[in-house]
């Protein structure tokens, strides 16, 4: 008899109804309905960190069951990892439990550990792209929220709990409820200056932190295809951040031509198959979305957030929203933010004194961010009283970046030049400001007391993180470069 | 996994929007890899900078001192995926939240955990948060997933939805992995399909060693 899930397959083959790439990818990856009416989505590559992967491993010893493919699951230590140069386990006490449970649980289960010395460690979301361990078209787990990061080369990817991550170890699937699906349009060219993560703070803003929750989002349009790889990655990173349960690019020639010869990555005749499908993954003519949305790029300015939310967002230029026009349940936690941020309604940001810059995170820390950076830095010195910080997003990017002589630039400015891991972005490697410290920062979250106790985050992209640190205030990178600050 | 029996205690208003995961469960400076998920729960929320108890906070007030039951607003467990903030719920005997809505991940959490995740529809929660606020944890509430109702004090029954397949993988407590693995054929046969439709998928190697 044939399997429901094959009938489905064929059903939708039969039929003449456009889809959406992410119902190709769906449907492809669907392995069979289980008995309580999930889909089992079959997980082509697995990437696990030192902060949740422990206690699955526990979980697993204790009920004796295996890792099904171990040679599709791959380990990194990037949360806990301290970022001083020298660095052992010993450098962040508080991590060198997580660290040595990784490897235990890594070397029993056959799982390739890209360790804390590791000439490719780095945050997970920033190695497996990196390494091609993630392909077009192909799904992708991690336990972490900023999965779907790698959406930027056309995966599928799934952010999960420590439960869930266990699942995926013994059985290589996940049990899901069909996501709806959602498509962003991004049209007109980005200003100088005004980078994707100054487009996804935008669309936060607009569709609020709980916009895409349920959704699969595909971002598409002009300004989508123009973004080099890297900046589409830090598009689908934040996807999260709108509550999004997925979000991609859909391949295209940059992506493969990105992707060629990286070490995971298929070669020779395999290649030329694998390319000849990946050309097929597109959404069809006609297709239709849950939910769509349209941004014109074209007018944007560089963005930052005012509160404790991603998507308490202005524009450089503008001040920061009274709540007294808001409707009394926003009011409330808008002034609360206002109060945690020390700020108060129709003042600008911009000009406000700031004690620390941090430049990373898997939302901002690939090469051609740590670029855009130094490109503002070069020549100028980090403000009298400001720590500024740069961590890469992995060792490698670390290494191109020194051969590029970035790390000069940033270190001669007084810059922290640091190795890499998730670091400030949420504080699990001690890496966090003193209390009341403003921070502009290139991370994802925001919320009060991620990045210390009452530290006042803004999320920024890379440019005025940089323009920020040299000139001690809040800054208009664009009014910077011009030489008007 | 425990299956979920009808479930009494206190019901605790935490009438918020988009209360995220670094709120419920925060990230501490030392970390541990057996935390107590009990002292975790709003941690940073129940204590003041001095360290010492803020009396403000809804879970420090002695009526709510042994919760069961957490009602709260739109988009609950925002944020990080970090299954802690499941866990410090039951250990603080949480088996319920009530919510107008769930971010997607907190929600996963909650099924593989046996903690009870209900939305109501928005009028529905704003009226049900009314009656906790008024009861004040005098008198508890009890939750029934079998017949899909609260009941308690100051008012009539509640009825909510819940997805069949949830609600029976809650009831019986079904153990996810075992379920799955009642597919194992069906995974193997994937595999081999697609060893020769797109062999890329399946295979892994690092072509440097």
Known sequence: ?485 | MQPFAPHTGVAVPLIADDINTDQIAPVQSMRSLKPDYKALLFMRARRREDSSENPDFVLNQSQFREPGILVTGHNFGAGSSREAAVWAMLANNIRVIVAKSFADIYRENCLQNGLLPIVLEPSAAAAFAQRVISVNGAAPFTVDLRTQRISGPGGADISFDMPAADRMRLLEGLDDIGLSLQLADEIASWERRMATEQPWLQTAPDRRL
């Open chain 1, 1 to 485: 008899m044939m399997q429901r899930a094959d009938r489905l397959r064929n059903f939708r083959a039969e039929t003449i109804m456009p889809q959406t790439l992410f119902d190709k990818i769906w449907d492809s990856h669907l392995v069979a309905r289980r008995a309580d009416g999930r889909d089992l989505i079959y997980i082509d590559r697995h990437v696990l960190h030192e902060l949740h992967a422990p206690h699955a491993f526990e979980q697993l010893q204790k009920q004796d069951r295996c890792v099904r493919r171990p040679d599709l699951t791959f380990s990194m230590q990037d949360h806990t990892v301290a970022t001083k140069p020298g660095r052992d386990d010993t450098t962040n006490p508080s991590g060198a439990a997580f660290l040595q449970a990784m490897r235990d649980g890594s070397r029993r289960n056959g799982i390739r550990l890209f360790d804390i010395d590791d000439p490719e460690q780095g945050i997970s979301h920033v190695v497996a792209p990196e390494l091609g361990m993630v392909l077009p078209g192909a799904t992708h787990a991690v336990p972490d929220s900023h999965a779907s990061t790698v959406g930027g080369v056309g995966a599928l990817a799934f952010g999960c709990g420590t439960s869930e991550l266990a699942h995926i170890l013994a059985t290589q699937v996940m049990a899901l409820r069909r996501p709806k699906s959602m498509l962003i349009r991004l049209e007109g060219l980005l200003a100088a200056h005004v980078t994707a993560k100054d487009v996804a703070l935008r669309i936060i803003a607009e569709l609020g932190v709980a916009g895409a929750r349920g959704h699969v989002v595909e971002y598409a349009g002009s300004a989508v295809h123009a973004m080099p790889i890297e900046s589409r990655m830090t598009l689908c990173n934040l996807n999260i951040e709108m509550g999004g349960r997925s979000g991609f690019v859909a391949p295209d020639e940059r992506v493969f031509s990105w992707i060629a010869d990286r070490p995971f990555v298929p070669t020779g005749a395999m290649w030329d198959r694998a390319l000849a499908h990946w050309r097929t993954l597109k959404t069809d003519d006609g297709a239709e979305f849950d939910r769509e949305h349209l941004l014109d790029c074209s007018t944007l300015e560089p963005q930052i957030t005012w509160g404790t939310d991603p998507s308490q967002v202005i524009g450089i230029s503008a001040r920061v929203p009274d709540p007294v026009a808001l409707d009394p349940s926003r009011r409330v936690a808008m002034e609360s933010a206002l109060g945690y941020m020390g700020l108060q309604p129709g003042m600008a940001l911009a000009g406000l004194p700031v004690e620390r810059v941090f430049i990373g995170s898997c939302t901002n820390s690939r090469l051609p961010d740590l670029k855009a950076a130094a490109d503002v830095v070069r020549g100028r010195r980090v403000a009298e009283g400001v720590i500024a910080m740069v961590v890469p997003g992995s060792t490698s990017v670390k290494r191109a970046a020194e051969a590029a002589g970035l790390d000069r630039v940033f270190r001669e400015a007084g810059f922290f030049w640091g190795e890499s891991g998730c670091s400030m972005c949420a504080g699990g490697n001690g890496d966090r400001g003193e209390p009341g410290e403003r921070c502009v920062s290139t991370t994802n979250r925001n919320f009060e007391h991620r990045q210390g106790r009452n530290v006042r985050t803004h999320l920024v992209s890379p440019e005025t993180a940089a323009a920020t640190a040299v000139v001690g205030r809040i800054a208009d990178v664009r009014q910077l470069m011009a030489g008007q600050t």
